[in-house]
């Protein structure tokens, strides 16, 4: 966020994972040598800082050796881990099953078959007549499987129990038009889906009928979900986000399980054929354009059956899904009037949407900064290469700088037109911004470090191309240290006591939990070391909150434009080296961790609704949670605050 300091990497101690929000700016610390050319001079002083930094920063080797698995990375530890949540919730705590209601809407499961293996289509529906909640309806088509085995055992268990439903097509349609004549029976107000190989959990139906009366409005849910073998071990446990809009033009993540209001399925037009394979992507895109609410159960429903063939056991199983996918998301953007292209993501079946510049906004970069000369003038050069978008201005402020190169340097600038600001008095990031965000009259304003060295092409284009989007308030870039270890991916609320960088400390070449680290999607908030904001946004909210010094403006910000319904993204296309290491200190932040907490209350840092409550708090690599965090997170923000 603002302020981190020293030449350690990002730390992974519980106690020091705080809001660092980074409005600091370097000090001097050495007297960088005297020459002609100040860009030349920029660019030996970081030769040397970064021979200082290899030297004194642990080496990605040691590193990694400090990176741990996350919560999907041991399929042991989290069997472990399941057995300790079931004996609590069999004690009556963490969301009992006798607070689960047994009663209420009618809810239509809706499962296409087509060929399964006998034994795990019986386990498919099983697992729905074991269900704890009792009014239910198991609607099933049998796509013209051919297999007397099959036929058999729907007609055995149908006559077993009268809420399983059977319906046959005499050809093979495929799974979008087995699914509609499912649907065509189903008389439930709410339809789930379920695919003839997965199975739920006994309380699935049950915790999917709490929410509908928690939120009657609710027109798709979606839960988390994991992966079970054929020995029905689970493993790979996917905790998601909340509802986030921009994560699902990259993937399916609302995944299994999907409820969808039947009067809204059937406005939509049901399962389209053209888009076999990926037919529930399709679905979730367009349910999810007209649904009032879209609510998100955080906890493990829907196991997803990996056997041969599949695409649980193998991505690259089914390459005709993810052509579908493509197709579907482009769609998706046509429908919605939206000028991008879709490129491949970071996983095969994973999509990047690029979004068109409209028009072309005006862009104002403001870089607050005290002497460290050489270190502002690398940061400028880096801002001009390649940046993929050139209607942008930088406006410098200068925070009282006093050595005799930072004259030379601003008198350079100054000639070559680059506007320079001054701030005279004690250092204030949040009031230096605002002083800035006055002077601009651009239409968007990138907020960024002197300590920031642009270091992927296209940088700039990556932030506007979101910030210009009219429901985002702010976006934040990829930043990492000169070695490629991860320092910013997002903000967490509650990560580390108060607020932290998810996958801050996370060594190169690796990515993070489900590839959030690679992939457009929200935060509570990003760090103002690197984030645009659009001018309209900053002056409808006030701007920083000048109480705040050192640390949390930027967190504050993005909390305050979140309340009133705009989003925050990060994007990894934006990626920034950020040589932290020479940054300004800390201090003055204790004063602002007491003012932050005391502003908005340790509540609204206990769950983060783009994290997960099944996801620690304590280290940065999306670990399971501790069953005993709560406890510890608690001291860790009485320590924090002084209490």
């Known amino acids: 966020m603002q302020h981190d300091m020293g030449n350690e990497p990002a730390p992974t101690e519980p106690s020091t994972l705080v809001s660092a929000s980074r409005g600091g700016f370097a000090k001097g610390r050495d007297t960088p040598p005297s020459t002609g050319s100040l860009v030349l001079a920029g660019a030996l002083q970081w030769s040397v800082d970064r021979l200082l930094e290899l030297l004194v920063r642990p080496s990605p080797e040691r590193l ?27 004690k009556g705590e963490a969301g009992a099953a006798c607070d689960l209601p047994t009663d209420g809407p009618l809810l239509s499961v809706v499962v296409p078959v087509y ?6 289509l019986r386990a498919c529906i099983d697992s729905v007549r074991a269900q704890t909640y009792r009014n239910w309806e198991l609607c099933v088509c049998d796509d013209a499987s051919g297999d007397e085995r099959v036929t058999s055992l729907l007609a055995q268990l149908s006559s077993a129990d009268r809420r399983v439903k059977v319906v046959a097509n005499d050809v093979n349609g495929g799974i979008s038009r087995a699914t509609n004549s499912a649907l065509a029976i189903a008389r439930g107000e709410y339809v789930a889906l379920l695919d003839h190989d997965d199975s739920l959990e006994p309380e699935a139906l049950a ?14 849910l979606y839960s988390d979900n994991d992966k079970i073998d054929e020995q029905d071990r689970q493993f790979d446990p996917h905790f998601k986000t909340d509802w986030a809009p921009d994560l699902l033009l990259t993937f399916p993540y609302l995944g299994h399980l999907l409820v969808v209001k039947r009067d809204l399925l059937e406005k939509v037009g049901g399962f389209r054929s053209e888009f076999d394979g990926s037919q529930d992507y399709d679905v979730m895109l367009r349910a999810t354009e007209h649904a009032r609410r879209v609510v998100h159960v955080a906890r493990v ?3 997803w059956r990996q056997v041969a063939g599949s695409a649980a056991g193998d991505e690259t199983a089914k390459p005709w899904a993810h052509e579908a996918s493509r197709r579907a998301l482009e769609d998706a953007l046509c429908r919605r009037v939206i000028d991008a292209t879709v490129e491949d993501g970071v996983f095969q079946g994973w999509y990047d949407v690029r979004r068109k510049i409209v028009g072309s906004p005006s862009v104002t970069v403001i870089i607050p900064f005290r002497d460290q000369a050489s270190l502002t003038a690398q940061c400028l050069v880096s801002l001009e290469v390649a940046p993929g978008y050139d209607n942008f201005e930088i406006l410098l402020v200068d925070n009282g700088s006093v050595e005799p190169e930072t004259r030379a340097f601003r008198e350079r600038i100054e000639r070559l037109g680059t506007r320079v600001l001054e701030y005279p008095g004690p250092f204030n990031w949040s009031a230096i911004n605002n002083l800035a965000a006055r002077e601009s009259n651009s239409e968007l304003l990138l907020f960024m470090n002197n300590d920031i060295e642009a270091s992927r092409e296209g940088w700039l284009h990556a932030l506007v191309e979101l910030a210009q989007v009219p429901e985002v308030g702010a976006v934040g870039a990829r930043l990492v240290f000169p070695d490629g270890v991860i320092q910013h991916a997002g903000v967490v609320m509650g990560m580390g006591g108060i607020a932290g960088h998810v996958f801050s400390g996370m060594p190169a070449g690796r990515h993070g939990y489900f590839g959030w680290d690679a992939v457009v999607r929200p935060y509570s908030a990003v760090t103002g070391a690197c984030m645009m904001s659009r001018k309209t946004v900053f002056e409808e909210i006030g701007g920083f909150d000048e109480e705040f010094n050192v640390a949390y403006s930027d967190v504050d910000y993005c909390m305050r434009m979140s309340d009133i319904g705009y989003r925050v993204l990060f994007t990894p296309h934006a990626e920034m080296v950020h040589h932290e290491s020479v940054s300004r200190g800390l201090s003055g932040q204790a004063g602002d961790v007491k003012r932050f907490v005391g502003k ?24 399971l949670r501790p069953l005993d965090e709560d406890e510890r997170w608690e001291k860790i923000v009485d320590d924090l605050v002084g209490s």
């Open 64 to 90: 990694r050796l400090a990176w741990d698995v996350d919560a999907a990375g041991d399929p042991v530890a989290y069997r472990s881990w399941l057995s300790e949540v079931a004996k609590r919730r069999q």
């Open 115 to 120: 060929r399964p293996e006998v034994w795990y």
């Open 207 to 220: 915790e999917i009928a709490r929410a509908l009366q928690v939120h009657p409005d609710t027109d798709v």
């Open 301 to 303: 429903l829907y196991h």
């Open 600 to 623: 908005w209350g340790r509540d609204r840092f206990r769950v983060d609704p783009f994290y997960n409550l099944n996801l620690g708090l304590l280290s940065t690599w999306c670990a």
